[in-house]
């Protein structure tokens, strides 16, 4: 080992030290901007892919912000405060235990159901486990099937494209909500008919954390056009949607429907035919989607668990006659996995679903 001489030459007692290495030149710290990337990259997947529930659909691809309703920069009524409190609560508070969960399917009808035999073979050894209640608006109907006899509730008349659609679906909801074992609630016309078995319906809708409610934003003439400027303050044009009529909601989003009142009397006066400016509203289509789209986006699924066939682009969907029932039209039909917003403006928009529709309407 080399010495420093620390003493003058000629001295015996020579101390001596060791020279000082030579310091090794520092590493970089590659592994600080490694980390750094990471960290962000990680909080941009986050942000533009927030963890789903990859077994049934959600709305659509909601980043973090978006989990829950944006609070509007203007400020709020007396009314509109009360209505959100009531909401939050009820969207936060778990549903009753039930130990015996039922689906209640809604029958909504001018007067007889054509289909109830079918149905009865639906229902068929699975007693106990749904509850039928049926709006007929015209006459009540004389049921040729066991099970739908005495599911009649208190009825209204209702008119096509009127709010009293709306009123029904509430009816029905409020009579179905009585049930506390009641946890999926179907909204059905006298013209659907079942495509599955019941148990793939009550597995499938039992296991979902998710309303399946058609909404979508329709910048065309039978869309956003039918927004009225005196919704406002309460209603956007922003957050105007549309979507078809029939529903499966969960017990928290029927309570949600029954207690509104704020958003429903914006719809009943400003959304209904022959208002200014040519415009036809038709609350039916727009007032469930855009209350959800309001106050739970991400708590509803962007599709329908019914088929409805509108592109024969009419007022109303297409109707099945016998001779269009084939083997091919049903299998088509069970295996669909994406759903389809036809715009008023002739675009397509599609939305990715993770299970197939169990009814069909017309």
């Known amino acids: 080992m080399k010495l420093l001489q620390l003493w003058p030459s000629g001295v015996k007692d020579m101390k001596g030290a060791p020279l000082p290495r030579a310091r090794a030149a520092p590493r970089r710290h590659i592994w600080i901007p490694v980390v750094v990337i990471f960290i962000a990259v990680t909080i941009l997947w986050v942000y533009m892919y927030p963890p789903q529930d990859y077994t049934y659909p959600v709305r659509d691809w909601y980043p973090v912000r978006d989990w829950f309703p944006a609070e509007p920069a203007r400020e709020l009524s007396d009314e509109e405060i009360a209505a959100r409190v009531v909401f939050r609560q009820i969207l936060s508070t778990p549903p009753f235990p039930s130990r015996n969960p039922k689906i209640a399917f809604m029958f909504m009808t001018p007067g007889k159901l054509p289909f109830e035999k079918l149905w009865e073979l639906f229902f068929k050894g699975h007693e106990g486990r749904y509850n039928i209640y049926v709006h007929a608006s015209r006459e009540k109907p004389e049921h040729i099937s ?37 946890q999926q609630f179907v909204l059905l016309s006298d013209s659907c008919v079942p495509l599955h078995n019941f148990d793939y319906v009550y597995d499938f809708l039992m296991g979902s954390k998710h309303s399946f409610l058609d909404c979508f934003d329709d910048p065309g003439p039978h869309g956003v056009f039918r927004y009225s400027k005196h919704m406002l303050p309460e209603v956007r044009e922003t957050e105007f949607r549309k979507g078809s009529q029939w529903f499966s909601i969960k017990r928290q989003h029927a309570m949600v429907v029954v207690a509104d009142s704020l958003y429903y009397s914006k719809f009943r006066r400003y959304c209904k035919p022959g208002m200014e400016e040519g415009r036809n509203c038709y609350a039916d289509e727009h007032y469930l989607p855009t209350l959800f789209n309001m106050m739970d986006p991400a708590g509803i699924a962007n599709w329908s668990v019914t088929y409805v066939d509108w592109s024969e682009g009419k007022w109303h969907p297409r109707s099945f006659r016998a001779k269009d029932v084939t083997y091919e039209l049903l299998k088509n039909m069970t295996s669909i996995d994406t759903s389809y917003h036809v715009t008023s403006d002739e675009k397509v928009s599609p939305s990715l679903q993770f299970s197939l529709p169990f009814a069909i309407c017309h």
């Open 146 to 182: 066991s099970v739908f006899v005495g599911r009649d509730i208190h009825s209204d008349k209702v008119g096509w494209g009127m709010i009293s659609m709306v009123d029904a679906e509430r009816r029905l909801l409020a009579k179905a909500l009585e049930d506390t074992d009641n």
